[in-house]
């Protein structure tokens, strides 16, 4: 991939900067693919193109005017180039929100009269895209069970287009049977789209196993630092382009200050995510062990219903757990007790969060559907951070304790 470098119009002889380089392993390409060669002035941080608009030069198509909305300033390019490595994709797009990069494939994907497979346990925004926003456009869904390959085909139509699922699911961290999904999908010519928040590329790379479309909240564990708000989609080219489309109609586009703080917190995603793991694994442990909390969420625990698929397809667990208190007013207590974490929604930061599904992420469901997915008013979602996990696991103790 190459762009005009700014300044004057293309000529025979001006350097074009190069955005293609990539590397052998996971840790070297977060800080390093995608980064402009020759670097820009020497920079050896990418600079923030804060420029709307770009000189003209010799564009044969739209797509190759220079315009911010068009996703496609020397800031975007080398996020983007760094996400499509990262995840063993050809293409990528950063959007504006995770919500952006979710509907935008979406939206993309299928048409009116359309019909889609999407798992039963979705991240709250999604399930209400899929049961609120959709049936405005005339596309419906049903709802699958992950686990249980042998109940998909009941479910399909002939206008079937689509299979959407999570990699760990929102707020249960339920792992389904995903190689069985892609297998199904490519019997019946579906495309699936894959939403990657939880597992991040450093545990589990989608495409890697026949995915097609791989979407992040990258508020979440690809920034890791709780301060941007972003979206990415990775698949082929063919498909990235056609997202691209709809995105930038739908006016999804990421501004390039929030595009600099991502690649930044990219950078240590590695180092971020393997401590979360084996935090999360641990407090898992200790959770599972008290009298105080009926079950713990967490695909790392060997009694976890989908503890087997997730140790054939992740390297780690991921920091995400939930569990359920006495009720919901031990819940209630629990959250006003803790010290070290901050009871406030969103997740993947270094800092450890916790809150209540039925009062953030699924608020916006039925208090009689909430029951029928588990998402109750006793459960607790925890977003397991980097700090000493000992001064983490005793501070847990003391608010669970009478």
Request: aromatic letters at 6%; glycine letters at 8%; one cysteine or more.
């Amino acid at each position: 991939m190459t762009v005009i470098e700014a300044g004057n119009p293309k000529s025979e002889d001006q350097d074009v900067t190069d955005y293609s380089q990539r590397f052998k392993s996971l840790a070297t390409n977060v800080v390093h693919a995608g980064a402009p060669h020759p670097r820009v002035e020497g920079a050896v941080v990418s600079p923030i193109f804060q420029s709307a608009n770009f000189l003209m030069a010799e564009e044969a198509a739209y797509d190759e005017v220079r315009y911010l909305r068009l996703s496609n300033s020397p800031t975007h390019l080398t996020l983007q180039t760094r996400l499509a490595t990262i995840e063993s994709g050809e293409a990528a797009l950063v959007t504006a929100s995770g919500m952006a990069a979710i509907s935008s494939t979406v939206l993309s994907l299928v048409a009116k009269g359309d019909h889609l497979l999407a798992q039963k346990t979705l991240y709250g925004g999604t399930q209400s895209l899929f049961d609120e926003d959709l049936p405005r456009f005339g596309i419906s869904h049903s709802a699958i069970d992950l686990a249980a390959p042998e109940t998909w085909a009941a479910a399909l139509r002939p206008e079937t287009r689509l299979m959407y699922v999570e990699s760990i699911s929102n707020p249960l961290m339920e792992v389904g049977d995903l190689r069985a999904a892609v297998e199904f999908a490519q019997a019946h010519h579906l495309v699936t789209v894959i939403d990657s928040t939880f597992a991040t590329p450093v545990n589990f790379r989608p495409i890697e196993i026949g995915i097609d479309v791989v979407v992040h909240s990258a508020t979440k564990y690809l920034n890791g630092h709780s301060d941007i708000v972003a979206g990415a989609v990775i698949g082929s080219a063919e498909r990235v382009g056609k997202i691209r489309h709809w995105m930038l109609h739908a006016g999804g586009s990421a501004d390039p200050h929030a595009c600099f703080l991502f690649e930044r917190g990219l950078k240590t995603l590695v180092l971020r995510v393997e401590r979360q793991n084996k935090n999360a694994q641990k407090l898992a442990e200790f959770l599972a062990a008290r009298p105080e909390v009926r079950a713990v969420n967490y695909p790392g625990l060997a009694d976890d219903p989908g503890h087997g698929y997730a140790k054939s397809l992740f390297s780690g667990f991921g920091g995400m757990l939930s569990f359920y208190a006495a009720d919901a007013a031990a819940a209630e207590r629990f959250l006003g007790r803790v010290r070290i974490p901050i009871h406030a929604a969103s997740l993947g930061g270094p800092e450890t969060l916790v809150v209540r599904p039925a009062r953030s992420s699924h608020l916006g469901q039925s208090p009689e559907e909430r029951e029928r997915l588990r998402i109750t008013d006793d459960l607790v979602r925890v977003s397991v951070g980097i700090e000493e996990i000992d001064e983490l696991i005793a501070d847990f103790g003391q608010a669970l304790g009478s």
